[in-house]
């Protein structure tokens, strides 16, 4: 088993910038890729941004540009730094593991933080 705890989350101004990160525990040595999603209100969770054990890194288009995706070697932890930040970023984000070599939209993660809530307003 993988524990998942994502910190960071919080309130900014539109074109500000946040910086979510998940700390990963137990099995870590089982992971293989990583991801973060977000779910808006009343909307389906969606996924953001993903990367691989070769640093292979895919984003959304909604956030080309503005956000990265990056990780320590040994998974241990991951972060998605936030630039430029839209009303319509907000959500409550979430960290996700996988054993498998992707994590894409038909490939689901095994493994899911417990959320952190990311506002964007006036």
């Known amino acids: 088993q993988v524990q998942l705890v994502e910190s960071g989350g919080g309130s900014v101004q539109p074109g500000g910038s946040l910086k979510l990160s998940c700390a990963a525990s137990?099995?870590?040595?089982?992971?293989?890729?990583m991801a973060w999603y977000r779910q808006r209100s009343g909307n389906e969770r969606e996924l953001v941004a993903t990367?691989?054990?070769?640093?292979?890194?895919w984003y959304a288009e909604s956030v080309q540009g503005r956000f990265t995706i990056s990780r320590d070697n040994g998974w241990n932890a991951m972060s998605l730094q936030m630039y430029f930040l839209k009303p319509e970023d907000t959500a409550v984000y979430f960290c996700a593991a996988a054993r498998s070599l992707l994590i894409t939209e038909a490939v689901m993660p095994s493994y899911w933080g417990q959320g952190a809530q990311v506002t964007v307003s006036t």
């Open positions: 990367i691989t054990s070769g640093d292979g890194k």
């Open positions: 137990g099995s870590i040595s089982s992971i293989n890729a």
